[in-house]
């Protein structure tokens, strides 16, 4: 099965983004935003592994309800390890241990460096956020 890692802050929000009421990551997920990440993985066929920092300190089963409760209705299956490094480090210990190739995996994030990962990076930009060009570029990835 193939994997999206996905990354939050400035992906599924914008920068200057303020929900009305905050209560937790639910609250931060811009609608218009969440449709189109749902979109794109029907399109491309992928689940969700959470590479955000907003995995830590949280179960994964209150990540996928707070997820759910945005309108991200994809299956999310885990996240990624901590460990000291850059993010891709995290995404490449997952994927060693997962055994998934450069192939089977996409990764989205507004931050600008994935080492090795780098030719399956879609890099938004936290102003636009998941934007149309970002949801072509991954689905380009897949031949989507
Ligand atoms: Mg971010």
Redesign the pocket.
Known sequence: MRVLFL?????LNRTGYHPGESFGLRSWIEPELALRLCEVLRVIKAEIVVS?DWRRGRELGLLRSELLAAGIDAAVIDVTPEIHGPRWREIEAWMNEHDRSLEQIAII???HDMGSLASRFVRVS?LNGLDQDAARALMALFDA
Do not use: E
Request: hydrophobic residues 30%.
């Open positions: 990354d939050i802050d400035g992906v955000s994030d507004d931050f936290p």
